[in-house]
């Protein structure tokens, strides 16, 4: 009797998903609880493992196909050897013709196609016997191209959006429409908080087994900056304003997929091996795609890092219904005036885009300014001052 895979409950308000890879064939012996299928949904990244061992005798949707919540994917012949089934492809397979027709490029074929070209028994002059453009040329009796025209293949490709970058730019786009949006910015001294860092990072690594970095300290000073301006932390509900009593900050982490934002729940009561570590295991699910749902709803203020890509300066997009979020750049060494004397140090730029609709300039530059003090000087976040 074969055993069903079926696609899975899919989280909440997630209608469909689209399967984005098959980990085995047709044929293929397959192990229990193994993966076998990763789905694709507008928020998430589902694996679909084996509920039996056996040998996979049918795929009933291919790679890209939209399927939902309990549909028939493939079935299992369970503990059949793989010599008992007779692999069998669901999709057709490209033949390769052997006509004695050169190998072309799709751009060259299309040439071919629609100017009747003869390419039989033609020699290519490109890299390997190759048949380039000027081949095709030469076969037609025309010119060489001027000196001015555009050398070498133009090729496209055209892929389809996945799920998540597509729920992303939907996001984005409403952000922009629905919210009244307005960014501050403010520069930070970073020596102190390197000096800090480079003086205790090997005993914190050796003690809390997680490396100390500069995520943990403006996690830190975002807190306590929320903390003493409230309407920065709340969020808009139709005509009400959320005023929230915790403090949920979304770490936003790039991955192949897209850009996701796992939530660091009630960040006020954790210390700073504890938000590098809680950052740390999101970022790892994050890129594996195993982040769920939950882990990223939910949040009231996001920090996001460009610097790490090398970004001096932007102006970061509030994640509804946040109201606000806060961009980090790269650390850059630059002259600055200190005690009347010139002197280099390690400057980023920091941003602070808002929902002007809900923060008004002073409590948005209040807001920065706190963070900015907070870390030039971080002995103020332990006192609370």
Known sequence: MSIEIKVPSLPESVADATIIKWHKKVGDSVVRDEPLIDLETDKVVLEVPASESGILTDIMK???SIVLADELLGKIAPGAPATSIETKATVPEVKTQSNGMPHLSPALRRVVAEENIDVKGLQGSGKG?????EDLQKAQGQPAQASFAVQGLRTEERVPMTRLRAKIAERLVEAQHTAAMLTTFNEINM?????????YKDQF????GVKLGFMSFFTKAVVEALKRYPDVNASIDGQDI???GYYDVGIAVSTPRGLVVPVLRNAETLGLAEIEKGIGDAALKAREGKLTVEEMTGGTFTITNGGVFGSLMA???VNPPQSAILGMHKIEERPIAE???VVIRPMMYVALSYDHRIIDGRESVGFLVAVKQFLEDPARMLLGL
Not at 191 to 199: I, K, S, W
Not at 205 to 208: A, N, Q, V, Y
């Open 62 to 64: 291919a790679e890209g």
């Open 129 to 133: 016997g190759r048949i380039v453009k």
């Open 191 to 199: 020596q102190a908080v390197m000096d800090l860092r480079n003086r």
């Open 205 to 208: 690594e050796k003690t809390h």
């Open 242 to 244: 959320i005023y929230h």
């Open 315 to 317: 102006t970061p997009i």
């Open 339 to 341: 005690n009347g004397q």
